[in-house]
């Protein structure tokens, strides 16, 4: 446990901070006098196991103490801002502890994740079906140097985590289990790294987001878009990717470009769909009827219901973004970039995404232009088995979210 002296606990602002550290999980020690006795201050940090920094409120001018009144207390403004000048308290303070006194809202951003406690996470213990899925109760993880601690809003689904679940992947990826889902983050900032500071609004691709708090390194991740709600913005950083390379660096697309993107309809080809159009190229989407009419908005310019009609040929590259594609697609197109099953031809790559933080912020610049929109189908972290259960039915259409904070 973590145990915190609070100096003036008696006063209008000491009894809410005392409460507030309780309810954190953290043993108070209270002293009521002014501390400016080393005798009293020293007998009062008996027993805490460390000290880092004397945590006082703001000075007000020359004195220590701001001049405040029981009634209509500002508290934000009397915790806010360093300690300036060395007054007598802050004087003892450092005299007492060995450490330098700080202001309250310095001290708490600092060490914010040692007061989190407990959160809820969406975990697997063995690999197998849907059921294997539990939402446990496990400890906020603390962030190393260089990572940030990240209130989570949102993850999401990927059908590759199924494979995850199931243990397909684990000669990949060396999962140690227990296992934290969830690839896709976007969040708020709790404690920063890097450029990043509390507040800030973040995605990325990392490990272990399908819970309330996630830690990342502050290299991988990027502001989240502006024009999008944050929860929203988890529908971008694996999908987005993909699509994005698949598009620029192994289609290679350009302005007069034929493609067809074979399973257009799923959260990486609405992203495909888009990107292709941006760069000037003839888009011929696949899509089945429950998706075609997101895919003909997103700026389509064929869509082949592919449960009526053979797929066309004469294009200049196919993207394929579904399971086992057939022998027959290496007829319909002169180059094939292939994102699951290999497709047999000399001129053929199949890829696993990369995380690129740049490319990332690439597509988030042209998510906040309104050049890519991003449709996405919310569900809560509780529901997270059964958004499995309805992939592998097939009954999942776009991007699926798995919204963290309500």
Known sequence: MTRVPVIGASGAIGRPLVNHFRKAGAGVRTV??????????GAALDGVDAVR?????????DVAYSPVHERGVAVDGMLRGPANGGGPVTGTVREVTGAPSVAFETWAIEHASEFLGTMWAARIHEYGDASVISLDEVPVPRPGPGE???????????????????????????????????????????????????????IGLIDGAAAEYAVAKASVLVRAPERIPLADAAAVPVAGLTAWQAVFEHARIGRGSRVLINGAGGGVGLFAVQLAKHAGAHVVATAGPRSAAAVRALGADEVIDYTRAPLPGGN????????DPPASVTRLAEEFVSITGPIEHPRAVRFVARNDPGG?????????????????DARPLESLAEVHRA??????RGKVVVKVVK
């Open 32 to 41: 009521t006098r002014e501390p400016t006795d080393p005798v009293a201050l």
């Open 53 to 61: 920094a004397g945590v006082v409120r703001q000075p007000c001018g």
């Open 148 to 202: 940030v601690l990240i209130r989570v809003a949102a993850t999401s689904f990927n059908p590759s985590e199924a494979g995850l679940r199931m243990g397909l992947l684990r000669d990949v990826l060396g999962v140690t289990l227990p296992h934290t889902l969830g690839w896709d983050v976007a969040g708020t900032v709790v404690t920063g790294a890097g450029g990043f500071v509390p507040g800030d609004r973040v």
């Open 316 to 323: 200049d590259v196919l993207i394929n973004l579904v399971a």
């Open 360 to 376: 990332l912020a690439e597509l988030v610049a042209l998510i906040d232009e309104g050049v890519v929109e991003v449709e996405v």
């Open 391 to 396: 992939a592998e039915r097939g009954m999942i």
